[in-house]
């Protein structure tokens, strides 16, 4: 599979990258990396995004993850290795990249679920991440971005 376009060469997609890495700067001392990386994983696992799942699972290995619970992430509501925060975190991401496919969106019970783990700062960096997150695996499943060849650190 070979991408649409070479994205990551092109002058105004690297604008458009520039600003979402920025968005997603601003909430990396918010949240737990774990947390972070979990998010990232889930949604695009559900996205269907094999270069961002490449990505992060990489970089969660990197950052000292165990390969169990990544191996898990898709099936976390079986496993019980998640702490009760992380739940509620890869909740909120689920119902949150999953808006169309649940009337009203993000249900109630999740947000309070979550406001109970995280104060509002972290409440924002979580809607902002899961936001970022889905706009990245966006880009690179419309593109058909090729999935495997990420090394951690490859993007500064």
Same mark, same amino acid.
């Given at each position: ?36 990386? #979990? ?8 996205? &269907? ?11 969660? #290995? ?29 909740? #909120? ?11 009203? &969106? ?16 972290? #409440? ?23 999935? &495997?060849?990420?090394?951690? &650190?490859?993007?500064?």
């Amino acid at each position: 599979m070979e991408a649409r376009i070479d994205y990551f060469g092109n002058a105004l997609a690297g604008k458009v990258m520039k600003h979402l890495s920025s968005t997603g700067a601003a909430v990396r001392t918010a949240l737990p990396v774990a947390t972070q990386e #979990l998010v990232k994983i889930r949604a695009s696992q559900i996205n &269907g995004c094999g270069f961002c799942t490449d990505m992060h699972t990489k970089d969660a #290995l990197a950052a000292g993850e165990e390969q169990q619970r990544l191996n898990l992430v898709a099936v976390w509501r079986e496993a019980t290795i998640f702490t009760d925060a992380e739940r509620a975190a890869l909740e #909120l991401t689920e119902q949150g990249t999953r808006i169309a496919d649940g009337a009203g &969106g993000v249900s109630d019970e999740a947000w309070a679920n979550a406001a109970k783990h995280y104060d509002d700062d972290q #409440l924002a960096a979580l809607i902002s991440l899961i936001a970022v997150i889905n706009a990245y695996n966006r880009i690179n499943v419309i593109n058909r971005q090729p999935a &495997g060849d990420y090394t951690p &650190g490859m993007f500064g």
